[in-house]
C-alpha cells in the first residue's frame, strides 16, 4: 500500500467545499455534500468517499448532475410520500428523502420516502446513521445500472443494489451497509491492479468455475451475487420495490442509458425511541450486542464484529489522527 | 427418491382439519390452520408443510403451541402497532398480523405489525402472498433460535431469519421467501441420509475448509449464512429489528429456552396498487419481470427464474394432478 497523507476532517471538507463553489452550488448546500463526501472517507469508506469526487464533479460539469434543483413532491399519501428528484445531486436528494421519512415517522410510527429520478447516493450508510441519530430505525436501498447476471446467466442484467440497516444505539449505531453483490467492482478492480486474488470465490470465470481472481471476473463479468442464487433474487425484488414505490426507472430503464442517473431509491424511518424510549432501545440492542461480541472467534481469526464496527472504530482513529489520503488524489483535489 | 402418492389438495385439507379438531380447535381456525400446511405442501414448501405437521401437533399437546389464544393488541402508534401473540399458532398468529397491516395500510398507505410471543410461521412466502393477494407489496421477517456462527466464528448465535418480500402482480406474485442460512438444517439432513453432496460450499468442515458434504457441516455446526459475512451481519439486524419493532424476545433469549417458542416477527404491507393502479403496478413489474426473463441462461443450465416463479408452476400442476406425498408421512398421518 503506497505512503497515505494523514489530513484533517476539516482541511478535506473546506478544499471540497471551494469546488463545489466554484461549481456554482449554494452556499449551505456546498458545504453539506462535500460534508458528505469528507465523512465516507473518514469512516474508511473512501470508495464513496475522495475517490469517487472527481467524478462527481465531472458529473456536475457535464449536467447529468444538476446542482440547483431540489427534489419535489409528487404525491402523499398518509405515513408514505413520493418525490422526485429532479436529476439532482444524489446525497443531498438521499438527505433530504431520509429527513423527510424521519419527519413522517414522528406523527405515524413510520414514515417511507420513495425517491425518483435521482442520482448516485455515494455511501448509503450515511441516510442509515441519520435516522438512528434521530431514534429511528433507518432502512434504505437504491437500484443502480445493471451489473451482475442473475443466477443461471453471464449476462448483466441485475444492479447490485446496496441495502442499508442502522439501528440506533447512542454514539455506536449498528450499521449495516451492504450490495447485493459478494464484491464491488471497485474491490475487483483494485485488486486486479494489485495482482492480488480475493479472500473467497467472487465470481465464475469463462468456463463457468469459481474463482477467486478477480482478472477473470472481470472478463466474464459474472461477479457473484451474496448466496448465488438468493441475492440474485433479493437484487430482483429490491429493484421491483424501488421502482414501485418511488414510481421510477428501474435498473432496465437505467441501463439504457450511457451512464448511470435517474435511479429509485427508497428510504424508510421507524420511530423506535417514541414507541420504546432511547434507554429502553439501548439496554434491547445492548443485550444482543453484548452477548453478540462474547462469540469465540476462530483460532487465529480476528475477533466477531457487529455491522458497523469496524466503521466506527475508523472514524475514532481519523478524526483524532487526521484521514488518510493518497497523495496523488489530494493533489488532484487541490487543484481543481 | 420414493414413489409418492398424489392427493387431491381438498382430501389433504380434510385430513388435517379433522386432527386440529380433535386436538380442541375452533372449527373455523382448524380449517384455517390446515389449509395454510395443506397449502405450503401444494406449493411444493413440503419442508414447511406435510412434513412439520406431526411435529406442529406434538407442540400442540405438549402445550408449547396454544390453540385457544389469539395475539392480543399491546401498543398503537398511527401505521404501526404492537401486539402480543401469546404463544399461540404460530401460523393463524402470523396471518392475523399480516392481515392487520394490510388493514393499517389502507389508511396510512403503509402498515407494520410487530408480534412478540408468537410460534413458528411456518412458510413466511404464506403472509407475503396474502399481502399480494390485497394489492400490497409484503415484507415480513421472524428470528428463530440460534442456528449459524456470525462470521469468524464456529459458536451458533444467529438464527437463519427467515425474510419474504412478496410484490403483488394479479395471479402471478413475485415471492422472495429465504433464510439467512445458504442450506437449512432440513437439507443438509436430507442429503446426508441420501448420501450426497451440495451443489455448491454450504458451510465449512471441522477443519475450516469450505465444503459440500453437509456431514461435515453438520458436525462443525458451521453453516454457511448466504455472502459469507453479509448474510450473518443481515441476520443480525433482522434480529435486532424484530426484538425492537415487536418488543419481543431476541435469538438470544429464545435460545435459551429448550425449545423455539416466543419468537418476533415483523409484517409490513405497502398499499402500492391504491397508490398507483393495479393497471400500472402490473405494467411496471411486467417490464422488469419480462425483461429478467429475456436473459440468456448459461450454457446447458435451465432458464432463469424469478423468485416464486417455481413455486408457482409447482402449485398449478399439484392442484391439477394431486399433491405429491409421501406414502409414510400420508400413513403417518391418517393414524393421528
Given at each position: 500500500m503506497r505512503s497515505m497523507n494523514r489530513i484533517h476532517f476539516d482541511e478535506i471538507w473546506q478544499e471540497l467545499t471551494r469546488i463545489l463553489l466554484a461549481l456554482g452550488f449554494e452556499n449551505s448546500r456546498a458545504k453539506r455534500c462535500a460534508y458528505i463526501f469528507t465523512e465516507n472517507t473518514c469512516d474508511g469508506v473512501t470508495s464513496h468517499g475522495l475517490n469517487r469526487f472527481p467524478g462527481f464533479v465531472t458529473a456536475v460539469k457535464t449536467g447529468l448532475?444538476?446542482?440547483?434543483v431540489e427534489p419535489e413532491l409528487v404525491r402523499s399519501l398518509g405515513a408514505i410520500e413520493q418525490w422526485d428528484?429532479?436529476?439532482?445531486?444524489g446525497p443531498l436528494n438521499a438527505e433530504k428523502a431520509m429527513k423527510r421519512a424521519i419527519e413522517l415517522s414522528r406523527g405515524h410510527g413510520l414514515g417511507c420516502v420513495g425517491l425518483c429520478n435521482t442520482n448516485h447516493w455515494m455511501r448509503g450508510g450515511t441516510y442509515g446513521l441519520l435516522a438512528a441519530e434521530a431514534g429511528c430505525i433507518g432502512i434504505c436501498w437504491t437500484n443502480t445500472i445493471a451489473l451482475m447476471p442473475p443466477w443461471?446467466?453471464?449476462?448483466?442484467?441485475?444492479?447490485?443494489n446496496p441495502m442499508v440497516v442502522c439501528i440506533p444505539r447512542g454514539e455506536d449505531p449498528i450499521l449495516l451497509d451492504m450490495a447485493m453483490?459478494?464484491?464491488s467492482n471497485g474491490k475487483l478492480e483494485v485488486l486486479r491492479r494489485r495482482g492480488e486474488q480475493l479472500p473467497l470465490a467472487g465470481g465464475y470465470d469463462e468456463n463457468g468455475e469459481l474463482t477467486t481472481d478477480p482478472n477473470a471476473i472481470l472478463e466474464s463479468c459474472r461477479a457473484l451475487p451474496i448466496g448465488y442464487w438468493k441475492g440474485s433474487g433479493l437484487a430482483l425484488v429490491l429493484d421491483l420495490m424501488a421502482s414501485l414505490i418511488a414510481n421510477g426507472d428501474s435498473t432496465r430503464d437505467i441501463s439504457?442509458?450511457?451512464?448511470?442517473?435517474?435511479v429509485s431509491q427508497v428510504f424508510m424511518a421507524i420511530d423506535i425511541e417514541s414507541q420504546m424510549g432511547a434507554a429502553n432501545v439501548d439496554g434491547k440492542v445492548n443485550a444482543i450486542i453484548h452477548d453478540f461480541l462474547d462469540t469465540p472467534s476462530l483460532k487465529g481469526a480476528p475477533k466477531v464484529r457487529y455491522p458497523g464496527q469496524g466503521m466506527l472504530a475508523t472514524r475514532r482513529e481519523n478524526l483524532r489522527t487526521g484521514i488518510p489520503v493518497e497523495p496523488e488524489l489530494w493533489q488532484t483535489i487541490q487543484r481543481m
Open positions: 448532475v444538476k446542482t440547483q428528484g429532479m436529476r439532482g445531486v443461471g446467466s453471464a449476462e448483466r442484467k441485475i444492479g447490485n453483490s459478494q464484491f439504457q442509458r450511457e451512464k448511470e442517473t435517474g
